[in-house]
């Protein structure tokens, strides 16, 4: 059985994923408004979240990438945190 990659083993041209703290640090938003997405938006779920825990595990190990996310928000490329002025920075 293959076992699930964490996140220093993923492909570089995996997408940047974030973890709660830094989405919401992004976003400028409250926790609550991140709950409130989470347990009542399954489009933004479905299109904006990555569980990355160990399968059968009871806890959740949520991701969020950048890209998916700015997608379903409406928010420009150039506003992420992987836009290419902030990686020369």
């Not at 779920?45 to 399968?55: L, N, Q």
Request: charged share 20%; proline share 13%; net charge positive.
């Amino acid at each position: 059985m293959p076992q699930p990659l964490t996140p220093t083993q993923l492909h570089p041209e995996t997408p940047l994923l974030l973890t709660r703290p830094e989405l919401l640090k992004w976003l400028k938003v409250s926790r609550t408004w991140l709950d409130m997405r989470l347990a009542d938006d399954p489009q933004f779920v479905k299109a904006c979240v990555i569980d990355i825990a160990t399968p059968g595990s009871s806890h959740r190990k949520l991701r969020f990438p950048v890209r998916a996310v700015a997608e379903y928000l409406g928010i420009p490329e150039y506003a992420t945190p992987n836009a290419p002025a902030r990686a020369a920075a």
